[in-house]
């Protein structure tokens, strides 16, 4: 297969990498504990926790799971948390148990919780105190045995993590009662230091993450990454950083929830492999007191989504900050805007480098030049180890300037959707190749511009809204008829859900219909645009035509 983007590749960075330099996931943050115990390795509000105490809290927790709950391994334990300090001792608590996690966002509501615990069959969840009372609600629809309450205040020094504790219940309205039987995080560290840990011999072959995506059509599916998948797809990211990253050195913002797969393997893993330090910002929509974080932190480099990148920009005293540290900026999960890319370039003096990727391939596929000087309005070029092709709606494989299907194929693609077979089986076929559903272009010089998307996916600030989802949860308000989702732009999140509606009900108005959505469906779910029609476009056998919606009311 030719690969002429290799022509293209940044001097010194190889085609390949060895994806046996690490047995698992494991492994790899086990030799940078080692390597860099004496450096930071996470830093919150302030506080810092270094590799050496990573290593040793991680050990605590992992003996915990193993000891007290009984978790064997390939058995699934859900983390339901924000960017805190907590979250890289359970993410690799759970992991050296041999556990498989499930990243769960914790603005989920109960019914959105209860879906994905009880697909998943998590039997631990490990909770963010805020969202403790969806966990609740939603806990007999699962089948979680375990729950360990987290506090943004957890493994900060005791008089800081006490105020931070008070501040956060304060502003969510939530008591310190629990409910029977959940344990503390700090408890189940103190009780994991007096346990002995069994560890489990991880292979490239264990499952490491299943992470829920939409993948091309329909429900929500967890993608089965594995070990070898992620550590190949560090491998490939820190490869590509190339002389730009000195191990040790680095401090990345963490701005994007590590529960989104861009974050966890672009950020946490990533960085770790390189002994830097990932700077977690809890709540990144608070934009002004992420203004002040980042006057504090001589930060290096920093991975975001275009709404991210727009919202620093609109902050009047982000252009007063010092980015004479900064190297580049990464931007992914929705296409960057270029006049966003000219404008943080101008404002920072670094060029805001575009990738492309999905959680079925752990995620990144292609990345740009970190030394191009301009944006360059394409999604770069694929990453060591990495085939990539376009093909018509036959199959047939297209030249360099047409336009087609993306395929990709290499180490970091998904072993299938977990309980899945059929969806699986429409994705992946049987050499390998990943069908992404989106439409793109291969120039000559091998680098990929993406064209559209062909699925129906709504994209609001990086994040996949699922059609189905949304609709479903609007018909069932006994005022609507027929519903239809679709994308709407939008200058601060990219895109919105635009409801399109027929009434069943004369006197149901868009406030109302909002309102009940919002009840039910994570916050960035929630429809922006409601608009009332007497009939929406159809097949002949009465299935509604999205693509018909969009073209009579789209905006």
């Known amino acids: 297969m030719e690969k002429p983007w290799l022509e293209s590749y940044p001097p010194g960075v190889a085609p390949t990498i060895d994806p046996d330099r690490h047995a698992s996931l494991v492994a790899l943050c086990d030799a940078a504990c080692r390597e860099f115990s004496t450096r930071p390795a996470f830093a919150n509000l302030g506080a810092r926790l270094g590799y050496a105490e990573l290593d040793r809290h991680a050990t605590a927790f992992a003996a ?5 709950c009984g978790i064997a391994r390939g058995e699934r334990v859900a983390l339901i948390m924000p960017n805190m300090l907590a979250y890289p001792v359970a993410l690799l608590g759970a992991l050296r148990a041999g556990a498989v996690v499930v990243n769960t966002n914790p603005q989920y509501t109960p019914r959105e919780l209860a879906a994905q615990l009880a697909d998943s069959g998590a039997r631990v969840a490990v909770v963010f105190e805020p969202a ?3 966990l609740t609600a939603a806990q007999a629809e699962t089948g979680v045995e375990h729950v360990v309450v987290t506090r943004l205040g957890d493994l900060m020094p005791r008089v800081r993590g006490w105020l931070v504790n008070r501040a ?3 502003r969510a309205g939530v008591s310190r009662r629990l409910p029977a039987g959940a344990t503390v995080f700090h408890e189940a560290l103190d009780a994991g230091t007096r346990l002995r840990l069994d560890a489990p011999a991880l292979t490239h072959d264990d499952l490491a993450f299943l992470q829920y995506t939409g993948g091309t059509t329909g429900r929500a599916k967890g993608a089965m990454l594995t070990h070898g998948n992620l550590v190949a797809n560090v491998l490939q990211v820190t490869a590509w950083f190339g002389d730009a990253a000195v191990r040790g050195e680095e401090i990345v913002i963490t701005a994007l929830p590590l529960y989104h797969i861009y974050a966890l393997t672009a950020n946490c893993f990533a960085f770790i492999s390189q002994g830097g330090l990932n ?3 809890t709540d990144p929509r608070d934009i002004a007191r992420f203004v002040r974080e980042l006057r504090r932190v001589p930060f290096t480099t920093m991975t975001g989504v275009n709404t991210l990148f727009n919202a620093l920009l609109a902050h009047p005293d982000f252009a007063r900050l010092d980015f004479s540290t900064l190297k580049f900026t990464s931007g992914g999960g929705m296409a960057v805007q270029r006049a966003v890319a000219e404008r943080w370039q101008a404002v920072t003096g670094c060029t805001l480098a575009e990738g492309y990727g ?3 391939a752990s995620p990144v596929v292609t990345i740009n030049r970190f030394d191009v000087s301009t944006y360059t309005a394409s999604i770069g070029l694929p990453v060591p180890s990495t085939d990539c092709r376009i093909v018509d709606e036959l199959g047939a494989v297209l030249g360099p300037g ?9 180490p970091q693609v998904m072993r299938g959707y977990w309980n899945a077979p059929e969806e699986t089986r429409a994705v992946l076929d049987a050499d390998g190749w990943l069908h992404t559903g989106d439409i793109a272009v291969m120039e000559r010089n091998g680098y990929f511009r993406l064209v559209d998307r062909k699925k129906d996916l709504i994209l609001v600030s990086g994040f996949n809204v699922y059609p189905n989802e949304v609709e479903d ?12 989702a679709i994308a709407a732009p939008d200058d601060r999140s990219g895109e919105v859900v635009h409801l399109v509606v027929v009434r069943a009900d004369p006197a149901l108005d868009a406030d109302s219909l909002i309102a009940y959505c919002r009840e039910r469906l994570a916050a960035y779910k929630v429809p922006r645009q409601v608009r009332f029609v007497d009939e929406l476009p159809k097949s002949t056998v009465g299935k509604i035509l999205r693509r018909e919606v969009r073209a009579r009311y789209g905006t």
Do not use: D, F, M, N
């Open 64 to 68: 915990w799971l193993q000891q007290r």
């Open 132 to 134: 403790l009372a969806a």
């Open 168 to 170: 956060v219940r304060k």
């Open 279 to 281: 700077y977690l910002i």
């Open 358 to 360: 999905l959680t079925e």
């Open 402 to 410: 047409s336009a087609g299907e993306l395929c990709v194929r290499g």
């Open 473 to 484: 949860v609007a018909a069932s308000h006994p005022g609507v008829h027929e519903v239809a």
